[in-house]
């Protein structure tokens, strides 16, 4: 997603100066196709860009690349703004906004519902958090991500874009599963699954994830846009969440569940589509020897 964006900045003329990522061999070759340094240290990143992009994996992540003792990106970070675009808990979201303020820097989360193809193209929907003043700094930047500002958002203040995200993303996982659970079935019925799509896509049981993984769990392609690995977290984000507010959610549980079961099987790096590799007959992990 970060060496799409930066593509993108790029193609329509920022000035990318500097790209990090801990698998250096990855930022050496996209510094070099775009043109820019590859830092070799979180620091060099602050201190040679005035706007700096983030897109890390999880939590643990997120602390780190700000709080690390031996290298972190607030350091000399007065006067940069940070836009975090992860898709992680709200209070982390809200940890790092105060230790940037802190440092008298300013962060803005960019939480991002798209995928690979729209990060290189320009179409991101980005939902964004922080203060109202930060996200009109950047907001120029932001338009070129987000098909021109069509698909821009400003939520409110720290921590409401990523529980929006979460939202998003736990409801797509759900719709997601029971995608798979109807297909599922109907393969296990022999009927056609391309005329039960066609049915499903004119009736109430329509949704975007039919037309976005429906053929792949029907060709078991499942090539990675989204992983189900992060199915699994972004699920436990919102479940976190509703915890907190003493909610119970039960499909969000189950859901969860079904991923996590992915994951445990080695096969969390398969698209999220993957989770009808649980419900299609003959299909599934195979079960070790005892």
Excluded: W
């Excluded at 599922?184 to 896509?201: I, N, P, Q, R, Y």
């Amino acid at each position: 997603m970060g060496a799409n964006m930066a593509r993108r900045l790029k193609e329509v003329g920022y000035p990318v100066v500097a790209v990090y990522d801990v698998r250096a061999a990855a930022a050496q070759s996209l510094a070099q196709e775009i043109g820019c340094e590859a830092c070799v240290s979180l620091a060099r990143v602050t201190a040679v860009a005035d706007v700096i992009i983030t897109v890390v994996t999880d939590d643990a992540a997120m602390l780190n690349i700000f709080t690390n003792k031996k290298d972190n990106l607030l350091q000399g970070a007065a006067g940069k703004v940070f836009i975090n675009c992860a898709t992680i808990s709200p209070k982390t979201h809200v940890e790092v906004a105060k230790l940037a303020k802190k440092a008298k820097a300013a962060t803005l989360e960019a939480c991002m519902a798209s995928s690979i193809n729209q990060a290189r193209a320009g179409t991101l929907y980005l939902m964004c958090a922080g203060e109202e003043a930060t996200y009109n700094q950047v907001k120029d930047l932001l338009v070129k991500l987000s098909d021109e500002g069509k698909l821009l958002r400003y939520i409110g203040t720290a921590g409401k874009a990523a529980q929006v995200k979460a939202l998003v993303n736990m409801v797509m996982n759900i719709n997601t599963a029971g995608l798979a659970e109807g297909l599922g079935l109907a393969s296990s019925l022999g009927l056609d699954l391309k005329t039960v799509m066609e049915v499903f896509s004119q009736t109430g049981a329509n949704s975007r994830v039919l037309a976005t993984d429906g053929e792949d769990m029907m060709n078991r392609d499942h090539s990675c846009f989204f992983s189900a690995a992060h199915a699994a977290k972004d699920s436990g984000i919102a479940l976190g969440i509703a915890k907190d507010q003493k909610l119970n959610l039960p499909l969000a549980t189950a859901t969860y569940g079904q991923y996590s079961k992915l994951v445990k099987a080695g096969l969390g790096e398969l698209d999220k589509s993957g989770i009808a590799e649980l419900t299609f007959p003959g299909r599934g992990p195979k079960k070790g020897k005892k």
